[in-house]
T-cell receptor, first 114, second 111 residues
Framework: DAGVIQSPRHEVTEMGQEVTLRCKPI?????LFWYRQTMMRGLELLIY????????DSGMPEDRFSAKMPNASFSTLKIQPSEPRDSAVYFC????????????FGQGTRLTVV | RKEVEQDPGPFNVPEGATVAFNCTYS??????FFWYRQDCRKEPKLLMS???SGNEDGRFTAQLNRASQYISLLIRDSKLSDSATYLC????????????FGAGTRLAVHP
């Protein structure tokens, strides 16, 4: 199995630009998570999908952030417009969805907004 | 109050030492618990699940205290390769598997 695949691995963009992060979960997993990690705040859950439906988006910082999961094998996290404080590592993870099952993480996207 | 709280450390210990980390969680309805390990500039990976009766995997022992809402991880005979950040993870209930991570405890094992 290829694991969770994220792209790009690194992204440097200018303030005000739109940024789109992509994730392909493990086949057969029906839960998908987007996390953001910074030194100050640790690993924060942004949004959680189950069977392609957003279950909890209470962690999405503000309206500039949006996430979609059009099908079971693809999800995007979009930031528009981006700001320097959005600089972080964004992780996507997937799991089988049943309570008690572990989540597998992608390698992350390191975003720098200048 | 954060849902999952950990001492950020760092814990600096010599090789061969025994070290213990604690983690507290706020949601009494939480169902599942895990310890993840994260190496520098890498993604988190599952270290072990935490069961109500406690469980052991080699040098690692995890314990759960539901009454006090805390989880512990004990590492015996520390190795240099154990140096990493250890993340406490709690899964909420409601029929889903929403995983909330603590900020992590950093461990540095020195020769």
């Amino acid at each position: 199995d290829a694991g969770v695949i994220q792209s790009p691995r690194h992204e440097v963009t200018e303030m005000g630009q739109e940024v789109t992060l992509r994730c392909k979960p493990i086949s057969g997993h029906n839960s998908l998570f987007w996390y953001r990690q910074t030194m100050m705040r640790g690993l924060e859950l942004l949004i959680y999908f189950n069977n392609n439906v957003p279950i909890d988006d209470s962690g999405m910082p503000e309206d500039r952030f949006s996430a979609k999961m059009p099908n079971a094998s693809f999800s995007t996290l979009k930031i528009q417009p981006s700001e320097p404080r959005d600089s972080a590592v964004y992780f996507c993870a997937s799991s089988k969805g049943q309570p008690g099952t572990e989540a597998f993480f992608g390698q992350g996207t390191r975003l720098t907004v200048v | 109050r954060k849902e999952v709280e950990q001492d950020p450390g760092p814990f600096n210990v010599p090789e061969g030492a025994t070290v213990a980390f604690n983690c507290t969680y706020s949601n009494s309805a939480s169902q599942s618990f895990f310890w993840y390990r994260q190496d520098c500039r890498k993604e988190p990976k599952l270290l072990m699940s935490v069961y109500s009766s406690g469980n052991e995997d080699g040098r690692f022992t995890a314990q759960l205290n539901r009454a006090s809402q805390y989880i512990s991880l004990l590492i015996r005979d520390s190795k240099l390769s154990d140096s990493a950040t250890y993340l406490c993870v709690v899964s909420t209930s409601g029929g889903y598997n929403k995983l909330i991570f603590g900020a992590g405890t950093r461990l540095a094992v020195h020769p």
